[in-house]
Every structure is written in structure tokens, then in C-alpha cells.
């Protein structure tokens, strides 16, 4: 089964939205005891064995969060042979108790779109005449998701994956969906514990649609997970903060642009430098649809126009390399409109980039 994605094209100052489709939760083949699912998707079945007996038998939980076990439910045969459930108080006190169900009369237990809590080892035990483990499963909930839920077009966004439990067998890996497709945009991928973390530069429309997260157990592909990424292209009176290496393939993209229906005479772009705070210079000015003018004082050759000519909507620019002395305010004007406001934080090092663009983006 294949999911498909569409989306027309629509004037700026519009809002993307792109949603996340869940799968439903596997079976590994290698380890039949093995679930995976998706943080709030579908449906996990616990099934006992298909001679249990006739009780009591006793399921029991422990989280992957680190609690030890809990008794969640008991159940007996009534005067019907039927099974009859007993919750224990304990679990019935706990919101998740709401999700988790009997299943026809059973002693299988039917947990409805799972949250990543939900996930750990259970285990159903018979107690009569003497305990015995008839049936244990270790389900893993992963959750993909986006640390900022309407970034601006042109900023930096993490996608981060999580697993309850990271055993040595299982890999997290971020990937494009399309593989045909190519990778426009430089991206960071690193893992801290449990999560895998994919720094996305520059992010655009495509990007809603450009990522999974691919779970893999043994070496075979268990789960993919998708993150939800809305991308607004409205940028008046917008502001936001991006970090890069001073490096030389290190590179800014400064985006500004007007409504489509717009048409300034004038536009310019102003920096002022983390260092002498109090000065502020015009970096890059225009009027009257004239070539661009480029202030190369500092910047020198680096920063370079989009376009040769101001076409009265867009005016972007690039840097290309950036440098470490780079680091200050960049705020973009279309006429007597002031736009959007970039603020560039330059460290040393890639990994050192790495790192500050992700302890910025998780704490959004």
C-alpha cells in the first residue's frame, strides 16, 4: 500500500498543512513476540493462548519508563464459563485504563490508538494450580514528530523520532520517502538515547512531505513513521533564529518576498553585527526594478542575489560561505514594510552546530 500526498499551488501568504498517516502496528518477523506502533495509531491485539484453562489468569505490565510491574486486570471463569475481567484499582485510577479493553469475553486484551506510554513487556500469568508465563509480548511505541508545529519558510526545523526502548538490535534512521527524489538542502542527523534527530535547513513546502522515519529490527524494515510539518509562508512581522558553522560549506539563505498581487519600488536588506550592536548597514538595496546594489564591504563577494534584477516582489539573498564574523540581526524591507527578522548565531565547528541547532530547536 502506497500513501500519496497532493498539493496545488497556492499564492504566497498562504498555509500549507500536511498531515501524518499512521500504520498500523507490526509484527517483526524475526521476533513474533516483537510489536511496533505509532504513537496514537490503530489498534494492538494481546492474545493468550488458545487453551488457557481455566484460571485465574493475570496479565501484568511493565513500562518501558522504567516502573516495575503492574497488575492490570485478573480473569475467572463465572458460572457461565465465560471469562469475567477484574481491573485492578490501581491501573483503573490511571487514564490509560480508559484504552485498554477485554476483548469479546476473552482473556485477550485489545488497547485502542496506543500512546508511547503504553509501551513495555506484558505478560500473562497463570496462578493456578502453580504461576506459569503462558504468554509474554514486548511492544515499542515510537513517536515522530516535528518540533515546531507552523515554521516559516527559509527557517530551520528538527524532526526527532523516538522509541520507548532502543534494544542493541533496532536502528532509528531518518530518510526521504522518495528516494528518486534529490536532497536540495543540507541536513544534520544525530541520536541522543532513545531519539533520532533530522536538523532540516531552509525548510520549504516539500518538506511536509519529504521525511520518514524508518525502523529497522535486524537489519529489516518494522514501522515508518511520518512527521506532521505545516509550513506557513506568511512572513510579514515574522522573526526567527538560525544557527551555522562558520565553515566553508556553511551557507545562509535569507528569504523575503511580498504577496504575489504585491509590486515595491524599493526593497533592502540591513545587518547589524553581533559585535558592534549599536551599528546598523544596509547589506543589500534596490529601486525601481534596477540591478541590485551589494554592499561588499564585508561580505565581499559572498552574498550574492537570488535574482540580477527586483521583480518588486522577491528579494532574497545568499550566503555563501558563512563566516564566523557573520553572526547578528538581518531584517528585510519591501518598501515601507518591514518584512521578516533573521537572527544568526555562528559557532565554531560542525559539531558544535550540530548541537546548538538542536538544543535550540527542542526546547521550542
Given amino acids: 500500500m502506497s500513501l500519496r500526498f497532493s498539493c496545488s499551488k497556492l499564492p504566497a501568504g498562504s498555509i500549507f498543512i500536511f498531515f501524518v498517516f499512521l500504520l498500523p502496528p507490526v509484527f517483526t518477523q524475526s521476533n513474533t513476540n516483537h510489536i511496533y506502533f505509532l504513537d496514537e495509531g490503530g ?28 497488575q492490570l486486570v485478573t480473569f475467572r471463569r463465572d458460572g457461565w464459563g465465560r471469562w469475567s475481567a477484574e481491573w485492578s484499582r490501581q491501573f483503573t485510577t490511571n487514564k490509560l485504563f480508559q484504552r485498554i479493553i477485554q476483548d469479546r469475553n476473552t482473556i485477550n486484551l485489545r488497547i485502542h490508538y496506543p500512546r508511547i506510554q503504553f509501551a513495555g513487556l506484558f505478560t500473562l500469568i497463570q496462578t493456578q494450580p502453580r504461576n506459569e508465563i503462558l504468554k509474554h509480548y514486548e511492544i515499542f511505541g515510537i513517536k515522530a514528530e516535528a518540533s515546531r508545529q507552523w515554521p516559516l519558510v527559509g527557517s530551520d526545523i528538527t524532526l526527532s523520532c523516538t522509541i520507548s526502548r532502543l534494544s542493541d538490535t533496532v536502528s532509528l534512521h531518518w530518510k526521504q520517502r522518495d528516494s528518486s527524489q534529490q536532497n536540495r538542502r543540507k541536513t544534520d542527523q544525530i541520536r541522543l538515547n532513545n531519539t533520532a534527530y533530522l536538523i532540516v535547513k531552509h525548510v520549504t513546502v516539500e518538506d511536509g512531505k519529504l521525511y520518514e522515519c524508518e525502523v529497522k529490527e535486524n537489519g529489516s524494515n518494522v514501522i515508518t513513521g511520518n512527521a506532521d510539518i505545516s509550513v506557513t509562508q506568511y512572513l510579514y512581522g515574522k522573526s526567527y533564529t538560525l544557527y551555522r558553522s562558520g565553515t566553508d560549506h556553511s551557507e545562509l539563505y535569507l528569504i523575503c518576498y511580498g504577496d504575489y498581487k504585491s509590486n515595491f519600488h524599493s526593497a533592502a ?7 558592534l550592536p549599536i551599528l546598523e548597514e544596509t547589506i543589500a538595496s534596490v529601486s525601481n526594478s534596477q540591478v ?48 521578516v527578522t533573521v537572527q544568526l548565531i555562528t559557532v565554531k565547528g560542525r559539531r558544535q552546530n550540530v548541537a546548538a541547532v538542536f538544543n535550540d530547536q527542542v526546547s521550542v
Fill in 43 to 70: 489498534e494492538i491485539s494481546l492474545k493468550g493462548p488458545d487453551n488457557p484453562g481455566d484460571g485465574p489468569v493475570v496479565w501484568k505490565w511493565k513500562p518501558h519508563s522504567g516502573q516495575e510491574f503492574q
Fill in 292 to 339: 541590485i546594489n551589494v554592499n561588499s564591504v564585508h561580505f565581499e563577494n559572498r552574498l550574492v542575489p537570488t535574482a540580477a534584477n527586483f521583480n518588486g516582489v522577491n528579494f532574497s539573498v545568499r550566503i555563501v560561505p558563512v563566516l564566523f564574523g557573520d553572526a547578528g540581526v538581518y531584517k528585510c524591507s519591501l518598501g515601507p514594510n518591514k518584512m
Fill in 269 to 275: 536588506w540591513s545587518w547589524t553585527s553581533h559585535h
